[in-house]
């Protein structure tokens, strides 16, 4: 009996323990949920603003043009995030030179626990062509559930889903061209 005493207090500090993010409900966004609401900064690389039609100080995802948007959250310091990244600028590449996609189709990056300069490393180490955003706070990865990386969300950008998710997944793709067939297919485009 005592035993089972003992086992049920382990059990009640633990979940005593996961209570604020249950609480506070920081889950991960799947398919159908509205992706939490967080602020950017613009890039400063007129060419990256451009691309993603924004301008200003700061923007928000639903500020992006375009009709869905990629989002990849990684870390310069994931091994799998720097051995997918030739994956994902091809994935990038795939979106950019088919007409019917570019301009509708956008991807960016979002470095958890990444400074600016961390960021910027990663950029160029891995020659990223699409915008990456420091969260060296990890304000943003402790609204999304504080997922591991790299992790794909895929949120719709006009319409009346505007702001829902409609792909949701942790891992990045063995194949460029079947990854975005996928999230194609999932966005319904």
């Not at 924004?54 to 639903?62: R, Y």
């Not at 995030?81 to 030739?86: L, Y």
């Amino acid at each position: 009996m005592k035993r089972v005493w003992i086992h049920l207090a382990i059990l009640g500090g633990l979940c005593f323990l996961n209570a604020p993010a249950v609480l506070a409900g920081n889950s991960t966004p799947q398919a159908g949920d509205r992706l939490p609401e967080f602020v950017l900064p613009v890039p400063q690389d007129a060419s990256q603003a451009a691309y993603l039609g924004v301008s200003g100080e700061s923007f928000q995802i639903s500020d992006i043009s375009g009709a869905v948007v990629i989002i990849e959250i990684m870390s310069m310091y994931c091994p799998h995030c720097q051995r997918e990244a030739p994956r994902i600028n091809s994935f990038y590449d795939k979106i950019e030179s088919d007409a019917a996609l570019k301009g509708k189709v956008k991807i960016i990056g979002i470095g958890i626990g990444n400074s600016a300069f961390e960021i910027n490393f990663f950029r160029k180490k891995y020659a990223v062509p699409f915008p990456l955003f420091p969260d060296a706070d990890f304000a943003i990865h402790k609204q999304i559930g504080e997922v591991r990386t790299p992790f794909f969300l895929g949120v719709h950008l006009t319409g009346p889903d505007k702001g829902r998710v409609f792909y949701s997944q942790l891992g990045g793709p063995d194949d460029a061209l079947a990854f975005l067939e996928k999230l194609l297919e999932s966005a319904g485009l």
